[in-house]
């Protein structure tokens, strides 16, 4: 584990000076660098278990990601200097790099994001307990259902709010990345405006943007779909060996709805506030095993519950004794 811990650091310092210098033509480089960013991450975790391999995937594909935004807007006069650029390739999920060329200044409010932070942490412990209940077992799908809302509650609306209040802190005027996905009442404000936001903005900015003017707009959607379907068989399909497919076609599911968005019967049904929100729940759970197809659930999602359980567990074995 310490020779692969090695490696991963390693590599993450190359990307990230690789990444800072530039070097032209940058965009192709970039690009080069996220398909190689793979490559390495899939032979370095070759022997390792599945959670191993999904966070060592997940990392250097972020890392690189941020590489390619970077050149992408390095094209449009925004630059960092290396501090700033090393706080926001491996400090912050969200894909601004014009948020950081500031930094660092005075503080910004944050106390809001570290309440809502701890306190959802708290309420996804409690889901994830509950979703590893007996009595809950032979419901189809319910405990995995509870056991992702929890793990979102977690990392989505806990961890990653706490991150927001500590960039706010040091001044950098960074979003939360995960504002009320609830309150949609179409795919378009859920994808676009509510659910990881960092994700929509980078999609737009390399895939939507760039191909909009020769593909046209629907097209250019239907693909930064696709490649967001892409993003997450690197993340939920390799890390397990199998389900190759299953995240593309929930991806491809949502392009679909998308257009249907645009037909006079949807758009009259996303209008009101009721319908707006079926709509948009059903289309988000109906597709979902298709996305956390059962290997990925049984080899990744439910040992990571094990995991954050394993204190509470000694905690009550301690009480009972």
Same mark, same amino acid.
């Given at each position: 584990? &310490?020779?692969l811990?090695a ?8 990307l ?17 660098? /996220?398909?190689l $960013? !793979?490559?390495v ?23 690189s ?8 807007? $390095?094209e ?12 926001f390739a ?7 790099p ?6 660092p ?12 932070g ?9 889901l !994830?307990y509950?979703?590893?209940?007996? $009595? !809950? ?6 405990p995995?259902?509870? %056991?992702?809302? /929890?793990? $979102? %509650?977690?990392l989505?609306?806990g961890i ?15 979003? +939360?990345?995960?504002? &009320?996905?609830?309150? &949609? ?11 990881n936001? /960092?994700?929509? +903005?980078?999609?737009?900015?390399i895939?939507y ?7 046209g707009?629907r ?8 490649f967001?379907?892409?993003l997450? +068989?690197?993340?939920?399909? %390799? ?13 491809g ?7 249907l968005? +645009? ?11 009721i ?32 995991? !954050? ?13």
């Amino acid at each position: 584990m &310490s020779r692969l811990l090695a490696l991963i650091v390693a590599y993450i310092v190359v990307l990230t000076i690789t990444g800072y210098l530039r070097l032209r033509p940058a965009r192709r480089i970039a690009w080069i660098l /996220a398909i190689l $960013s !793979l490559v390495v991450s899939l032979i370095i975790t070759h022997h390792q278990t599945p959670i191993i391999r999904m966070l060592v995937i997940v990392v250097f594909q972020l890392v690189s990601m941020k590489t390619v935004v970077y050149a992408e807007v $390095s094209e449009r006069g925004v630059t960092l200097n290396f501090l700033q650029w090393m706080v926001f390739a491996i400090g912050w999920f969200g894909m601004r790099p014009d948020l950081f060329k500031n930094f660092p200044k005075a503080p910004l409010s944050y106390r809001i994001f570290f309440i809502k932070g701890f306190s959802r942490i708290a309420a996804g412990l409690a889901l !994830l307990y509950l979703s590893a209940l007996s $009595s !809950l077992q032979h419901l189809f799908f319910l405990p995995t259902l509870l %056991l992702l809302a /929890a793990l $979102s %509650l977690i990392l989505h609306f806990g961890i990653l709010n706490l991150s927001v209040g500590v960039w706010r802190a040091c001044g950098v005027p960074v979003p +939360e990345l995960f504002p &009320s996905p609830y309150q &949609s009442l179409s795919l378009k404000e859920f994808w676009g405006k509510r659910w990881n936001v /960092a994700f929509s +903005e980078m999609t737009a900015l390399i895939v939507y943007r760039p191909l909009k003017s020769n593909i046209g707009s629907r097209a250019a959607v239907v693909m930064a779909f696709l490649f967001s379907g892409l993003l997450h +068989e690197t993340a939920i399909s %390799l890390p397990v060996r199998t389900g190759y497919g299953l995240p593309m076609l929930y991806f491809g599911i949502h392009a679909l709805c998308m257009q249907l968005e +645009e037909q006079p019967i949807v758009k009259r049904m996303i209008n009101h506030p009721i319908t707006g929100r079926l709509w948009v729940l059903g289309c988000l759970l109906l597709p979902l095993p298709l996305l956390f197809h059962p290997s990925f659930v049984l080899e990744v999602l439910e040992p990571i519950r094990t995991l !954050l359980l394993k204190p509470v567990a000694s905690l009550k074995f301690l009480a009972d004794g």
